[in-house]
């Protein structure tokens, strides 16, 4: 289906890269490397450069550490989200975030896309959605409380429970008054799982693609990677690369990346594969 982030629209085919841009001194992958608005600004740009079509940005690491309040985290991101939108006004911009109020105000300052990666832990995120016709993000968690590390969760299935969630959350989306093209699903790796849920995930994801709902996917340095190869954050590009490759296959449409060159060059040589895009250049044994 065509998909509608905020103010840009894209058609049924395109596959989207969602480049990440931290505003956290503490980030697992970049230690903060765009802590400073002016390096984050030059992120954005360079990333742009490279062909994301959208920008996602936090406030607030997803594993526990110092509590970041909802003051704190608008400090971090809002006047942020308002420069990148006064100087990249195509750009879809991201922000990852599950608190409303922090919804609310990113959205006024021109942000098109809010990213609950905590599985609708404020009920009002969609509520603000609704209100700016903003696009959003409806993950599964397995209910976990944000910031919280999953501790021996089980799942009778767990695919199953990813759909049955991420659903649930995209129609309560809908009822309050998203729009049916601006609604995303994420099986969230990681979030609420454990490795062995993750690979069933990543495994299984044409089930959730069954769905209709247009899917996101962040694989980008995941733990699950890196236990399943025994590797440091820093080195998980490969395997990154290689759960890309299958998520591409099922159909997922957002890939949430640190590196934006290497992930669309997967998922496009997959789709070419797959039938679903031509070649750029074909002329072997024709010419």
Same mark, same amino acid.
């Given at each position: 289906m065509?998909?509608k982030?905020g103010?840009?629209?894209?058609?049924d085919?395109?596959?989207?890269?969602?480049?990440?841009?931290?505003?956290?001194p503490?980030?697992?992958?970049?230690?903060?490397?765009?802590w400073?608005?002016?390096?984050a600004?030059?992120?954005?740009?360079?990333?742009?450069?490279?062909?994301? &079509?959208?920008?996602?940005?936090?406030?607030?690491?997803?594993a526990?550490?110092v509590?970041?309040?909802?003051a704190?985290?608008?400090?971090?991101?809002?006047?942020?989200?308002?420069?990148?939108?006064?100087?990249?006004?195509?750009?879809?911009?991201?922000v990852?975030?599950?608190r409303?109020?922090?919804g609310?105000?990113?959205?006024?300052?021109?942000?098109?896309?809010l990213?609950d990666?905590?599985g609708?832990?404020d009920?009002?995120?969609?509520?603000?959605?609704?209100?700016?016709?903003?696009?959003?993000?409806?993950?599964?968690?397995?209910?976990?409380?944000?910031?919280?590390r999953?501790?021996?969760?089980?799942y009778?299935?767990?695919?199953?429970?990813?759909?049955?969630?991420?659903?649930?959350?995209?129609?309560?989306?809908?009822?309050?008054?998203?729009d049916?093209?601006?609604?995303?699903?994420?099986?969230?790796?990681d979030?609420?799982?454990?490795?062995?849920?993750?690979l069933e995930?990543?495994?299984?994801?044409?089930?959730?693609?069954?769905?209709?709902?247009?899917?996101?996917?962040?694989?980008?340095?995941?733990?699950?990677?890196? &236990?399943?190869?025994?590797?440091?954050?820093?080195?998980?590009?490969?395997?990154?690369l290689?759960?890309?490759?299958?998520?591409?296959?099922?159909?997922?449409?957002?890939?949430?990346?640190?590196?934006?060159?290497?992930?669309?060059?997967?998922?496009?040589m997959?789709?070419?594969?797959?039938?679903?895009?031509?070649?750029?250049?074909?002329?072997?044994?024709?010419?």
């Amino acid at each position: 289906m065509t998909l509608k982030l905020g103010r840009s629209a894209f058609a049924d085919d395109a596959m989207l890269m969602m480049a990440i841009v931290n505003r956290t001194p503490d980030s697992f992958f970049d230690r903060g490397a765009t802590w400073e608005e002016d390096k984050a600004f030059d992120r954005v740009a360079r990333v742009v450069a490279e062909g994301a &079509e959208i920008v996602d940005s936090g406030g607030i690491k997803a594993a526990p550490g110092v509590e970041i309040d909802e003051a704190e985290e608008r400090a971090r991101v809002v006047d942020f989200v308002a420069r990148v939108r006064e100087s990249f006004p195509a750009l879809v911009i991201s922000v990852d975030t599950w608190r409303a109020s922090v919804g609310d105000a990113v959205c006024g300052a021109g942000a098109d896309l809010l990213n609950d990666a905590w599985g609708g832990a404020d009920p009002e995120l969609v509520d603000v959605a609704a209100q700016h016709d903003a696009a959003i993000v409806c993950t599964h968690t397995g209910g976990v409380t944000p910031r919280t590390r999953p501790y021996r969760i089980e799942y009778d299935d767990v695919v199953r429970a990813a759909i049955d969630d991420t659903v649930a959350y995209a129609e309560r989306a809908l009822a309050a008054g998203v729009d049916r093209a601006s609604i995303v699903i994420d099986p969230a790796h990681d979030f609420g799982k454990n490795t062995f849920h993750s690979l069933e995930i990543t495994r299984r994801l044409d089930e959730m693609v069954a769905t209709g709902w247009p899917m996101l996917v962040s694989l980008s340095n995941k733990d699950f990677v890196g &236990e399943t190869l025994d590797l440091p954050v820093g080195e998980r590009l490969i395997g990154t690369l290689a759960s890309t490759a299958l998520c591409a296959l099922a159909g997922a449409r957002i890939y949430r990346v640190h590196q934006v060159v290497e992930t669309r060059q997967t998922v496009d040589m997959v789709n070419s594969i797959a039938g679903r895009r031509p070649p750029r250049r074909a002329i072997r044994g024709i010419q």
